[in-house]
DNA sequence: GCCGTTTTCGGCCCGACTGTTTTCAGTCG
């Protein structure tokens, strides 16, 4: 079960989709994706606010606090029930089909009584498109395209992923004559944990040069898209690039532009708006009471003068209207807006832009800022990599400290034994002398039972110097029984991390069903770290659950959970997750120097 | 529907690309 707030905030975006799709008023439906957005985001929980607490959520006025108010009350929305009668789910699912928007869904319901995806799919094959308006003959072949895109990858592509072709394309465009500025940008620059494309952005006098040079990489399989300042291309992998060019004195204002997110873009336009200037991808610009006006038309819906203002404002017009102040660098863009440079992984409007006005703004952990990895496994377990190997590897990294933790004998696969266990600990320690700089520690990856107990008695656990501990099985137990086993690992006095705390991989299995808050709260108060998993595939916990946790007062830990030594460059994705997070090295215990590290290792004396 | 150091009414971020439209709506980010 997802949390009450998002719960809300789901509810509210349908209703949002709902209003878009019957055709209401398109600023009140942006109001309620607003609100939906703001309450999905908000760190107190709904249940414990009444209407005027509600009120109190930015975005959230009187209209959708009732209404939340009285699904807390009742678990119903009569308004968004009403609007589910007229409409089935399926026409609004249609709207993820690409170039499916509410109005074609409307249409397609509305004339050809197409109700879902797949009837949506049947429907072209058997060529009934051809008499809906709008719909010409390239469309029926383009959303069939869509479709099978949808059901090929899923929507999503893991980080790695992303981050390694992105770094190809950029050393490519970077190569191509004429390209001074070239970087990607979007949400892979702010490292959410999965990307739907890849935005690389690049400065050229003349940008025909580089568009074609993207259509002609070896790995790019289609042209979606072409224009002077715009290519859209799929590659082989099925991951959608777009490509801008924009000219050198703009990089800074076309980066923060596309870099996003889109709801602090917006906040920043706001603030530009509200001080009399323009802020869009081509600059900061001073805007005059005409063109103010101009450009609020063009906004506006089917008004007498709009068409005129729409008309005279070309494509060409658009670039060269008010008076330009700023857009060389990103510093510069957000300097005239009263503002500190922000980091790209805070830019979700969660408070990073008030932080910012008020000095705030976390000094966020950094790569560079990791002392060592806590949690990594050899081949002695399912690793691929030897001891040495792995050793040798993370020395390399630089690391002050370093923890091999095998799993422990309850994961009955991996065949560990006490012996095993206890040779390891041996060969470890004569490896002690190995690389001097790098401490060398003997830890164990636990596994939590059904009924929250772990592997080995108390007098053995003692023999390790870190402890992890993680579910590996039983995901289905219901939320109160989920809880329970985690609380009490978290009270195991052996226990210093508690790993991958909600199981999820991403794409492939969901996160268990547990009340987080009551984990958090636990875990604050026994001193036990939260791990940030750093592998892509998992990156758990999630950025927002990061968020609350450290509210609770967390610590935590970035580890690899490294099988090979490949992996042990993971913590690269990890730290996306913990500055998305908005830590700071003193909330990361894997940050800290040996000796402080020590002591929170020394969890069992204290509550002895 | 929300909101207010210009406003309690009248705005609401802004632009590119596509396809079908012959001047622009829809979609997307």
Request: with cysteine; aromatic share 6%.
């Amino acid at each position: 079960m997802p949390r009450l707030n998002d719960q809300v905030g789901e509810l509210l975006q349908e209703y949002a989709d709902l209003i878009n799709i019957t055709g209401g008023d398109a600023f009140r439906a942006r109001a309620y994706e607003k609100a939906a957005r703001a309450v999905g985001g908000h760190p107190e929980d709904l249940a414990d606010l009444d209407v005027k607490g509600l009120q109190q959520i930015p975005g959230v006025g009187k209209s959708t606090a009732e209404k939340i108010a009285e699904y807390l009350a009742t678990g119903r929305i009569p308004a968004l029930e009403s609007l589910r009668a007229k409409i089935p789910s399926g026409v609004r699912e249609m709207m993820a089909v690409p170039s499916v928007g509410p109005k074609r869904a409307l249409a397609l319901y509305r004339d050809l009584g197409i109700a879902s995806v797949e009837e949506l799919a049947e429907a072209i094959r058997a060529d009934r498109l051809a008499g809906v308006a709008g719909f010409g003959e390239r469309s029926g072949e383009k959303i069939l395209h869509g479709i099978e895109l949808m059901r090929q990858s899923g929507g999503r592509t893991l980080l790695d992923t992303a981050t390694e072709l992105a770094e190809q394309l950029v050393e490519a465009l970077s190569a191509v004559p004429g390209c001074t500025r070239c970087a990607y940008a979007g949400s892979l620059r702010r490292m959410r944990e999965t990307v739907g494309d890849i935005d690389v952005l690049a400065t050229a006098a003349d940008s025909a040069p580089l568009m074609a040079a993207l259509t002609e990489l070896p790995y790019v399989a289609e042209v979606i898209g072409s224009g002077p300042t715009k290519t859209s291309v799929l590659t082989t992998q099925g991951i959608q690039v777009d490509l801008r060019v924009v000219p050198e004195e703009d990089w800074g204002a076309a980066l923060v532009y596309f870099t996003g997110s889109k709801a602090h873009n917006i906040k920043l336009r706001t603030m530009a708006v509200r001080a009399g200037l323009k802020l869009s991808e081509y600059g900061l610009f001073e805007v005059d009471g005409d063109a103010r006006k101009g450009a609020k038309g063009a906004q506006g819906a089917k008004t007498e003068g709009t068409k005129g203002a729409q008309g005279a404002k070309g494509a060409q017009g658009a670039r060269t209207e008010g008076t330009k102040v700023v857009s060389a660098t990103e510093d510069e863009v957000y300097a005239a807006l009263g503002l500190p440079w922000i980091p790209p992984t805070l830019r979700e409007d969660r408070g990073e832009i008030e932080a910012a006005l008020n000095g705030e703004l976390p000094d966020l952990i950094e790569e560079s800022d990791l002392r060592g990895d806590l949690h990594t496994h050899t081949d002695l377990t399912d690793g691929l990599a030897t001891l040495t190997e792995m050793i040798d590897t993370a020395a390399a990294r630089g690391y002050s400290y370093y923890a091999v933790t095998d799993h422990a004998p309850d994961l009955v696969m991996q065949r560990m034994t006490n012996e095993k266990m206890l040779a390891q600990r041996e060969e470890l320690r004569r490896l002690a002398d190995r690389h001097k700089k790098l401490r060398l520690l003997h830890g164990t990856e636990l596994n939590i039972g059904p009924d929250g107990g772990v592997d080995w008695p108390p007098e053995f656990l003692a023999g390790f110097d870190v402890c992890v501990a993680s579910v590996h099985s039983h995901f289905n137990l219901d939320r109160a029984a989920q809880t329970r086993r985690l609380i009490r690992a978290c009270e195991n006095p052996y226990v210093h991390i508690i790993g991958h705390l909600t199981t999820r991989r991403i794409g492939r299995r969901g996160p268990i069903d547990v009340d987080l808050d009551a984990v958090f709260e636990a875990a604050a108060r026994t001193g036990t770290a939260i791990e940030i998993n750093s592998s892509p595939q998992r990156l758990d916990l999630r950025d927002e659950d990061v968020l609350r946790a450290k509210r609770h007062g967390v610590r935590f830990s970035i580890d690899s959970d490294a099988h090979a030594t490949g992996h042990l460059a993971y913590p690269r994705f990890g730290i996306g997750t913990a500055q998305r997070g908005w830590l700071t090295t003193e909330d990361v215990i894997n940050a800290w120097t040996w000796q402080k590290l020590k002591r929170f290792l020394h969890k069992d004396a204290l509550q002895k």
